[in-house]
């Protein structure tokens, strides 16, 4: 049985027990920083077992996508070497809300398994667990399932405190939890291993295969067990084990999910296929986990999840590279992933472009660290040596790019081990020179060591400074001369640093008295966390470290900064208010053309949806609420309501923006002073940008007024091309354009007809008789696959007894339609005589017996392959 068969049958058995069928949720978790990845089926269900959520249900099921592959559930080490292990995988489960408990879940789960109907596994090959405790479990598969006493295990706290246990769950040190059940398959005796709670238990022999948890209790700080007033269930079965099982094979990776994967993997990094190869195990699991993360939004990066992913496909590079490839091929089996999964989760094939684009920019930016850091590691392993010194692991790491798990990896298959505490050492001895040089490296590699910058901006546009220092070509100078692009640090300044998604500000730093020295600043970063670097060119003049200046910003474009920065928040109330709560910010960018804003959101917004939201922010707009910006504890400003934004760090105090009552969120970003500042809000696009990702484009103030402008001019443009008298009558011209047109069609097709009908009469004559059938092969200059076949039918009803090909082409692309009478068509199909054809002139087609059409490439050919159809009539004539 096929893994994607077996998906279907545990959704469509649980659908048949009353439980809704959910969608898979995101990999990554949406209003959940606790966990990196998704890596449970209960996990878009948590707030529903805490009581935080509800439902229209109270069963549930679902095949969920999981990523084990950082933070606590790290399964990434032993991908590839053992059996079971993977980044990715998929967790079948089902779900009870305060419905149904112990017995029906452990029915279910028997019945699904063991039943002719479903799974129909031999009951004799399974055996289960219980907690030491749950008499209630141990009777039910004891007295009413039928298990036998000696294949009912009952583990105990296992893990060295109380509950402590295989057996029993906790979602943490306090709240919901309970014992759990646990089916086991029994690979035979010859395997090596021993059951649940034996000295052999982690053997290959007994494999669990389900997980019941029954959530009865709820954890005090206490220790005190609390009885739940509605106890619930939570199952979890691992696809890949349960497809192992069925298909009679040990490892995961020998399913038919894996196999055309590590075909795949063997054919791009061009050696033989063998499953006795852990590299394409690793190369087969990690495209999985990189497409669909990449397909949920998340990219490669330096940190948090899209590290990640970057160390996983850093990982599969590595396992090509060892295997012989050298250019990128990892990219390239995206398409034989969306062939195996695409049916089953559709965002593979919509994003597979975007995935395929991603992997092969990695590939290239890492092909030339991986070339110098093997080359590096090859000759510190050439010695023979047992361990690698840290000092080379630290450098791999600081000057490579090389995570030191990579490292790690590539020592294991030399039985390596890493001088972990030289690296400690070392990694410890760099952050030390830092802290003694007070010295940071910023994105653009300047090394800045001195005093912090102020912030004046929130209040002043232009301010008396001091330079603190310059750099020129990434080096520190004591001076910039006329002509030379650079980077100017002050003690204080206007100019807002970029971050928190608005982009730095602009302006000119001026030589104190307007006279001398004048530098022009077009964009301005941080330097460090406190200091700001001013980029840009000194226009005129010298500027000297120590020089007294004034910085003054662009006001226009910072002023326009400002709307769009306040209409984001804005628009993310908005978009809460109009959408629904679960709407949470993914990334913006706001400038002073524009303000762009990514949101998580499972599909399109239409345009009525749209349109509300744009109400709603202009309403605020209209209003005029003043705008309040107040320092806070960052526990007290979450506590108020504050919103937190994507992607941001905060520190213990934290700047608190709110807009009147419809939005308050944490930002240090610069803003209008009251809402009406910003005009005029008008949104200019909306799309997807990843799976339950969509993007916002919108503008305001000035801007807006052009856009509208603009769409009014086009407007009354189209109105003068279509002669309308106004604006107004567009539409009304727009319709009876197209009914105009459809009418046309019409026309064009009766003519066609009545062509066909006049061609017909012209082509019977030039038939040949071939064992009394009529056979025909003519090429009809100009006419489309619809004349074609109308065409086909006159023959057919003309000559009676026929099989007939009928050709046009372009310069470019042969059209082809072959059709045999009813009484001819058993000896002669029309599918296979039009792929005769077809494989002629660079094609292919395929129909019914009667009529098939098809398409080529190669027009020169057409008049020898029309010219064959009588030859290949006979011969099929013949065999009847």
């Known amino acids: ?78 991908v590839g070497y053992t059996a079971r292990h993977h980044t990715f995988f998929e967790m079948l489960g089902n779900f009870s809300f305060g419905d149904y408990f112990k017995r029906d879940a452990i029915h279910y789960a028997w019945e699904f398994l063991t039943s002719p109907a479903w799974l129909n596994l031999p009951k004799d090959k399974l055996m289960v667990t219980v907690y030491a405790t749950d008499d209630e479990a141990y009777a039910i598969w004891h007295e009413e399932i039928g298990v036998p006493a000696e294949k009912i295990v009952r583990i105990g706290d296992n893990k060295g405190a109380p509950y402590a246990s295989d057996n029993f769950w906790q979602m943490g040190d306090t709240g919901p939890c309970g014992p759990c059940t646990e089916i086991f398959y029994d690979h035979g005796a010859h395997i090596w291993g021993g059951p649940p709670g034996s000295p052999e238990e982690d053997g290959d022999r007994f494999i669990e295969i389900w997980n019941n948890v029954f959530m009865q209790f709820n954890r005090t700080e206490d220790g005190v067990m ?65 497409s669909f993360l990449i397909a949920d939004g998340v990219m490669p990066s330096n940190d948090g999840r899209g590290y990640v992913l970057r160390r996983i496909i850093r990982r599969a590079i590595r396992h090509g590279y060892k295997l012989g490839q050298k250019q990128p091929f990892f990219h390239r089996l995206v398409q034989d992933l969306v062939n195996e999964m695409g049916d089953a989760y559709p965002e593979l094939r919509q994003q597979q472009a975007q995935i395929e684009d991603a992997l092969k920019q990695e590939e290239v930016k890492f092909a030339e660290t991986l070339e110098n850091g093997m080359v590096l590691l090859e000759a ?51 952050r030390a020179l830092s802290r003694a040089a007070s010295s940071f490296k910023t994105q653009g590699q300047l090394e800045y060591s001195g005093s912090d910058t102020r912030f ?15 750099y020129k070509d990434g080096q520190a100078v004591n001076s910039l001369n006329a002509g030379d692009e ?35 600043v077009v964009d301005t970063q941080k330097v460090t966390a406190t200091a700001f670097g001013h980029h840009g060119t000194l226009a005129r003049g010298q500027l000297q470290v120590g020089d007294s200046v004034q910085a003054t910003i662009d006001l226009h474009a910072r002023r326009a900064t400002e709307r769009n920065h306040s209409a984001t928040h804005l628009l993310h109330a908005a978009l809460r208010e109009v959408l629904g709560k679960h709407v949470q910010q993914k990334g913006s960018l706001v400038n002073h053309e524009r303000t762009r804003f990514d949101f ?69 970003g610069t803003h209008v002073e009251r809402t009406g500042d910003i005009g005029l809000f008008k949104i200019v696009t909306e799309a997807g940008v990843a799976a339950g990702v969509r993007r916002i484009e919108a503008v305001t103030g000035e801007a807006a007024v052009a856009y509208v402008q603009a769409q009014d001019a086009l407007l009354r443009d189209a109105a003068n091309q279509l002669k309308a008298q106004s604006t107004d009558d567009v539409g009304n011209k727009i319709h009876a354009l197209q009914d105009h047109a459809k009418a046309l069609e019409k026309e064009i097709a009766r003519l066609k007809g009545k062509l066909a009908s006049s061609m017909g009469d012209e082509l019977t004559a030039q038939a040949q008789d071939i064992q009394g059938v009529k056979v025909l092969a003519v090429e009809l200059e100009g006419a489309d696959s619809a004349a074609l076949r109308e065409t086909m039918d006159k023959l057919k009803d003309k000559l009676k007894s026929a099989v007939i090909v009928l050709a046009s082409r372009s310069s470019d692309k042969v059209q082809l339609a072959a059709g045999a009478t009813a009484d001819v068509c058993k000896k002669v199909k029309a599918g296979e005589l039009v792929n005769f054809v077809a494989a002629q002139v660079g094609g292919k087609g395929g129909g019914k017996p009667d009529m098939a059409m098809a398409g080529g490439s190669e027009p020169a050919k057409l008049p020898a392959a029309l010219a064959s159809v009588a030859d290949w009539v006979n011969s099929q004539l013949a065999k009847a």
Do not use: W
């Open 486 to 520: 650079g980077v100017v640090v002050l003690d204080c300044t206007a100019f807002y640093a970029e971050g928190g998604g608005q982009v730095g500000d602009r302006g000119e730093i001026a030589a104190a008295g307007g006279v001398g020295a004048l530098f022009d």
């Open 380 to 430: 510190a392993l050439a010695n023979q040596a047992t361990t690698l010194d840290g000092a080379t692991a630290f450098k791999l790491y600081d000057t490579y790019g090389f995570p030191l798990d990579l490292t790690a990896d590539i020592c294991r298959e030399r039985e390596v081990t890493i001088d972990q505490a030289g690296f400690d050492a070392a990694m410890e001895a760099q």
């Open 226 to 290: 609390h009885p739940l007033p509605k106890p619930s269930v939570d199952t979890g079965m691992g696809l890949e084990r349960i497809s192992a099982v069925l298909q009679g094979v040990h490892a995961n990776y020998e399913i038919d999910l894996f196999q055309n994967l590590l075909q795949a993997a063997a054919r791009e990094v061009g050696v033989p296929f063998s499953m006795d190869v852990p590299s394409l195990k690793v190369i087969a699991d990690h495209i999985r986990a990189c």
């Open 456 to 470: 004046e901006g929130y209040d002043n546009s232009s301010v008396d400074a001091h330079v603190l220092a310059l």
């Open 600 to 668: 998580a959101h499972t599909g399109p917004v239409t345009a009525d949806e749209l349109a509300e939201i744009e109400r709603v922010v202009n309403r605020v707009v209209c209003a005029n609420y003043a705008v309040d910006c107040r320092l806070m504890r960052h526990e007290d400003a979450i506590k108020a309501g504050a919103m937190a934004l994507f992607g941001e760090k905060y520190g213990d105090e934290v700047r608190v923006l709110k807009m009147g009552e419809f939005s308050t969120e944490l930002c240090g």
């Open 1 to 78: 049985m096929k893994a994607a068969e077996i998906r279907r049958k545990f959704l469509d058995f649980f659908a048949s027990k009353g439980h809704q069928i959910v969608s898979s949720s995101s990999l990554v978790p949406h209003d959940d920083p606790t966990l990196l990845f998704t890596n449970a089926g209960m996990n878009q269900f948590k707030d529903v077992f805490l009581g935080f959520d509800k439902r229209p249900y109270t069963r549930a099921t679902t095949s969920q996508k999981c990523v084990r592959a950082g933070g606590k559930h790290n399964d990434l080490e032993n």
